[in-house]
DNA sequence: CGCGTATCGTGAAGTAAGGTAACGATGTAG
DNA sequence: CTACATCGTTACCTTACTTCACGATACGCG
């Protein structure tokens, strides 16, 4: 009955907790979200040219440009030419992102643990169970706007 | 074992999902992810003096001139003078903002409910605990470093 | 080989959400 | 009445995005 208990606006305030301690955890580390998402994209792919970071991420290769700008001049990323394609450039992890990476995977790991402790035992395969559901029927729901809209233009 | 089936990495992909339909839903209507919100908040105040818009969004007031300005070239919303206090003004939904809330009060009832839906019945009472349980701990981890944070200043 | 076309990264310029600093107009307490 | 606080806004900065245009390069094809 309470309005604010139903899973959706709970889904919704978790999301807004995430984005303000993302911000939190960021400052004065010159890392932003959408930073910190390219490293996490290139540590998942390894030195890669700009061009598959923006395919990655489904973002413009102009975005990527200015985020590289970004995390170079911080030092976490470093560009190299590509050995054989002239017009391209590789991206890569300095050892400072390195380090940075498995800093971030650790404390990844370790909220993972934390919020999965507050959660009675009894309820962890059915909340696995829902979150899956809920992210399957999400996906499925955007796909069918998208195809409406598709149908449209 | 599956490394994407976690619950904060599932967390992550819902919020991801939220804001990638949010933005396609608003498409061509003259509204964003922070217009909406602000609507949200004023529906919920009712006609309110941007001070208190800024202090219940957790947002500079100049960040509310803008909102507003926005809102109010497209017809959502309107600013009067406050009867007493000739510093502030009231910002209020116009006529085509209350119908705007209320078809999105609507579509986010029906999204709750189609949402729910995909979870069987059997995990939803699990589910709903859980996330309280998660967002709770969450509040409460932001909490914690604001106040380790806040020593050190 | 040469030529057209596609691709890679980036400059230029725009939109949107945020922030701080300063300021004029106003309210309010002493 | 004078000092101080508050309201909204001007001016300016940052970050994350976009599209468009362009130079340099790769590449398929006749």
């Known amino acids: 009955m309470d309005p604010t208990s139903n899973p959706l606006d709970r889904l919704l305030e978790i999301s807004e907790l995430f984005r303000a ?3 939190r955890a960021f400052e004065g580390t010159g890392l932003t979200a959408a930073r910190t998402h390219l490293l996490w ?4 792919l390894g030195p890669s040219p700009q061009q598959a970071l923006a395919g990655a991420m489904g973002v413009s290769a102009r975005n990527i440009t200015g985020l590289v700008d970004a995390l170079e001049a911080a030092g976490y990323v ?28 650790r404390d990844h790991a370790n909220l993972s643990t934390n ?3 507050a959660v ?8 696995s ?9 999400l996906r499925a729901l955007i796909q069918e706007e998208a195809d409406a809209a598709a149908v449209i233009r």
Chains 1, 2 share one sequence.
């Open 78 to 105: 470093k560009r190299s030419p590509h050995p054989t394609d002239r017009r391209a450039t590789i991206v890569s992890l300095t050892d400072a992102g390195e380090v940075t990476m498995s800093d971030m995977a």
């Open 129 to 137: 169970r829902g979150l899956d559901a809920i992210a399957t029927r």
């Open 41 to 44: 994209v290139l540590a998942g």
């Open 120 to 127: 009675d035992p009894a309820d962890r395969a059915a909340l």
């Open 115 to 117: 919020l999965l402790d």
């Open 21 to 23: 301690d993302m911000a």
